[in-house]
């Protein structure tokens, strides 16, 4: 399979304790992003890579979440300190450059923070 | 503020019949607009898009149109099968926010045999 992988699928946790899901895009796609998604909502915008870089970062993303792409690769988002209202599905997609909004899209890390 | 609203949470159509799911938006910036399909338990996966200087796109049974005087766009499925049912999301763009995608709250379609 050679779409965007995503690890773990569902974590639950209590809540103050720190959290990491890992996204594996697609080999040769170079953008990288991250939205939430909450029961009822559609999935919000978090985070953006281009390569290593992180280009643009929501209001959404407070200090306490933190992103990277090392190399360009995979990337990692953690959680400190997580918060009930952490809870949510966090989706990683990826694209190739040039190509206008064809988001792929992970099965997503479904987070419970009791 | 909900830039892109879809404002019905669910559609129930019968099989064979035409699905139109439908979409407002309030930014004028927007300048490319997406369709995505979500199954449960999985990823949302990219379905058809539609630029800002069309007012038409399509791809098999699925056809976007887009009014942007109305700021509406609509996505119609003909004829309409049991595999479709899903929950849908506008979602759309505005040209240099490094393709960010903004997205309504989905529509649930349930196709019935």
């Known amino acids: 399979d050679t779409g965007v992988s995503q690890d773990p699928r569902h974590k639950i946790t209590k809540r103050g304790q720190n959290v990491t899901f890992r996204c594996d895009p697609i080999?040769?796609?170079?953008?990288l992003y991250w939205y939430r998604q909450t029961l009822g909502q559609g999935p919000e915008f978090l985070t953006y890579?281009?390569?290593?870089?992180?280009?643009?970062k929501s209001r959404l993303l407070s200090d306490r979440f933190s992103a990277e792409r090392p190399k360009g690769s995979f990337s990692t988002l953690e959680i400190q300190r997580t918060e009930q209202g952490d809870s949510a599905m966090y989706l990683c997609?990826?694209?190739?450059?040039?190509?206008?909004?064809?988001?792929?899209f992970g099965e997503g890390s479904r987070l419970t923070v009791l | 503020d909900q830039q892109v609203k879809q404002n019905s949470p669910s559609l129930s159509v019968q099989e064979g019949r035409i699905s139109i799911l439908n979409c407002d938006y309030t930014?004028?910036?927007?300048?490319?607009f997406l369709w995505y399909k979500k199954y449960p338990a999985e990823g949302p996966t990219f379905l058809i898009s539609?630029?800002?200087?069309?007012d038409k796109n399509e791809d098999g049974r699925f056809t976007v149109f887009l009014n942007k005087s109305a700021k509406h766009l609509s996505l119609h499925i003909v004829p309409s099968q049991p595999g479709d049912s899903a929950v849908y999301f506008c979602?759309?763009?505005?040209?240099?926010?490094?393709?960010?995608?903004?997205f309504g709250k989905g529509t649930l379609l349930t196709v019935n045999p």
């Open positions: 997609a990826s694209s190739e450059a040039g190509v206008t909004g064809e988001l792929f």
């Open positions: 080999s040769e796609h170079n953008r």
């Open positions: 890579f281009q390569n290593e870089a992180q280009l643009e």
């Open positions: 930014n004028s910036m927007f300048d490319y």
């Open positions: 539609i630029s800002s200087i069309k």
């Open positions: 979602a759309a763009i505005t040209e240099g926010s490094n393709y960010k995608l903004t």
